[in-house]
């Protein structure tokens, strides 16, 4: 993992962690509302991934961990400076949860050398992207109470664009920064 060459510590690591949920938070207000859709289009999932991809699964699912738990105490880091457990509990709720257990897999992957070259990182990056909404989804039908064919419609389908452009800066940004810090054994 990138960090690994950085941390040394059990202080290293909280460090580390609060850096990948801070990476978030920021990449958070960098959003765009989509008409008709309860679910704006932010930079919070290139954030998950490079964390993930840097840190590694459970730092990586520590940060979102710890990315949940700033905003739901009030910190305004979730889209447009939200905050609060209503927003976690909202139709965008199932989107935020899906952090983690997309952070623990493009971590997995990660470790195992997928995020070093572009050509193996663009799908690691992508699938993270998607398993944000296999959280996201069902979350969002049941939580605004809509069809399926409408929360498809409203909630994956206007994000596919953007999800794939995600994926792609960090498949460059990732094996960029390998290169940067030098091999390490896979």
């Known amino acids: ?14 460090a580390l962690v609060l850096c990948g949920a801070l990476l978030t938070a920021g990449l958070a207000q960098v959003s765009i509302s989509v008409p008709g859709s309860p ?14 991809a840097a ?5 990586g699912m520590a940060a979102q961990v710890l990315y949940l738990l700033m905003g739901a105490v009030g910190l305004p880091f979730f889209a447009e400076g939200a905050s609060g457990m209503e927003r976690i ?22 470790q ?23 959280v996201g989804l069902p979350w969002l039908v049941l939580s605004a109470r809509l ?10 389908t206007p994000f ?7 994926a792609a800066i960090a498949a460059v940004l990732l094996p960029l920064a390998w290169r940067l810090v030098g091999p390490r054994k896979v």
Request: proline share 6%.
């Open 89 to 110: 509990l909202g139709a965008t709720g199932g989107y935020l949860v899906g952090f983690v257990p997309a952070a623990f897999l493009v971590g997995l992957a990660a």
């Open 55 to 59: 840190l590694g699964p459970m730092r």
């Open 1 to 14: 993992m990138l960090a690994d060459g950085v941390a040394r510590s059990r202080a290293h690591d909280v």
């Open 39 to 52: 679910v704006p289009i932010t930079g919070q999932s290139l954030g998950v991934i490079v964390a993930a």
């Open 147 to 156: 069809g399926v064919a409408k929360a498809v419609g409203v909630g994956f």
């Open 112 to 134: 195992r050398g997928l995020d070093r070259r572009p050509w193996t990182a663009l799908p690691l990056f992508a699938v993270g992207q998607l398993a944000v909404f296999v």
């Open 160 to 166: 596919l664009p953007g999800g794939l452009l995600k």
